[in-house]
């Protein structure tokens, strides 16, 4: 309200005068200066807007969720899907349950353009499973859960524990974070990455709150169930191993003397330790 909370002008003429009557009286200018202060602090803040926000939200008419008929709706987020190339492990595994799910309406969203959040709001999922994070932000399980999803993740390499997913140290080999001091994590990070002091313990601290929402961890192998339980032992009651089938045969004789022949099954590149083959 002008002259209770503010001194209003509409000429520079009238704003000279409103200064110089402000400076010449201590008490009506304090007056004003309190009033304002206490006016923004009950009417003004953060949570103020945050407030009327949701209070709009919640008058706004339901809008019907597009459906299949007797399907439920499951939404698996990914990095890169097979028909994008330059694939691995990962993404064969989602193309292998794409298509065997069943009776499923299954949509799969990669990083690009689109705002998962709003994806997430408009499409009522009934479950969401987390093939890979990689692209996206750690919060979106958390957004997942918000919006009354089911959720699971499917532990294929060490994303959740550090950002070097591989967990390849400055040498290229093995970091053995089982022993790694904890001081040494960001270490091993600036080196590599540059990283900021205390950038692990930040980003650990943001994908715990995250993992929480997650209903179901699946783990290919006892031993990344290890170390995930390792970094966040809460996640170890939600923990399922879901071993990758193999479909075993019986070796072929092998003549006597002839050259050793290996098959290498997967990408062939050094962080799948391709080197130790080679040596």
């Known amino acids: 309200e002008e002259g209770t909370h503010y001194l209003g002008f509409r000429t520079m003429e009238e704003c000279l005068a409103q200064i110089d009557a402000a400076l010449a009286d201590d008490d009506r200018r304090l007056t004003i200066a309190r009033a304002a202060q206490a006016h923004v602090a009950e009417n003004h ?48 595994y989602l193309e292998a349950i794409r298509q065997h799910i ?35 932000v750690p919060s979106l399980p958390l957004v997942a859960k918000a919006m009354g999803a089911r959720t699971l993740y499917s532990l294929h390499d060490y994303y959740p524990l550090c950002e070097r997913f591989n967990l390849l140290g400055p040498d290229g080999r093995y970091c053995d974070i089982e022993n790694l001091p904890e001081g040494a994590w960001d270490t091993s990070l600036a080196l590599i990455q540059g990283v900021d002091p ?21 783990a290919g192998s006892e031993a990344s169930a290890r170390l995930l339980h390792l970094i966040y032992p809460e996640t ?14 019986e070796p072929a004789a092998r003549s006597e003397g002839g050259p050793l022949k290996v098959a290498h099954l997967g990408n062939f590149a050094r962080h799948k330790g391709a080197d130790a083959i080679l040596d």
Not at 104 to 126: H, M, N, Q
Not at 198 to 218: G, T
């Open 45 to 92: 803040l953060y949570a103020s807007r945050v407030a009327a926000i949701l209070d709009r939200a919640v008058a706004l008419p339901a809008k019907p969720l597009p459906s299949v008929e007797g399907k439920p709706r499951m939404l698996f987020v990914t990095h890169n899907i097979v028909q994008h190339g330059r694939f691995g492990g990962a993404e064969t």
């Open 236 to 249: 170890e009651a939600r923990t399922r191993l879901l071993l990758p089938p193999i479909n075993r045969v």
């Open 198 to 218: 205390d950038s692990q313990a930040r980003r650990r601290r943001f994908w715990r709150e995250s993992l929480s929402a997650i209903d179901i961890v699946l």
């Open 102 to 136: 069943g009776a499923v309406e299954s949509w799969i969203l990669v990083p690009d353009t689109r705002k998962p959040e709003k994806l997430l709001a408009e499409y009522g999922f009934a479950a969401v499973h987390f093939n890979h994070l990689l692209g996206f």
